[in-house]
């Protein structure tokens, strides 16, 4: 990964909050991959994307949950993940830090939260 614009993918269920976040990346001056609803579609689309960082919801469509589709993106050695959720309950929270993530982002995903975010992992690089 090299710094500069970054490929995100986004992983969210609700299209109104995905559509929110989407805008918040572009303007920011970096590119939405692609934009899924499951973990499934999110595991397909990883395939061929090579996304920079996974920007994914806790609660999805289909039957696996963000949790368990970043334990298998981890598995895979994937990009890295960060969680935007409003679940913070104790046993939803330590599922989830299980996975070790880059961040937590709180819902509704704020235009400071994603640059926060983008500054973070271009630091690391």
Do not use: C, W
């Amino acid at each position: 990964m090299s710094p500069g614009p970054l490929t995100i993918l986004v992983v969210e269920d609700e299209r109104i909050i995905s559509l929110a976040m989407e805008m918040h990346i572009k303007n920011l001056g970096h590119r939405v991959g692609a934009s899924v609803a499951s973990g499934e579609d999110a595991l397909a689309v990883l395939q061929g994307l090579r996304p920079d960082l996974v920007l994914m919801d806790i609660h999805l469509q289909g039957e696996l949950d963000g949790i368990e589709t970043t334990r298998l993106i981890r598995a895979q050695n994937g990009p890295p993940v960060a969680y935007a959720t409003a679940y913070t309950d104790p046993e939803t929270m330590a599922r989830a830090l299980s996975t070790e993530p880059l961040a937590f982002l709180p819902k509704p995903v704020s235009p400071g939260d994603i640059k926060a975010l983008v500054q973070r992992l271009l630091a690391a690089l």
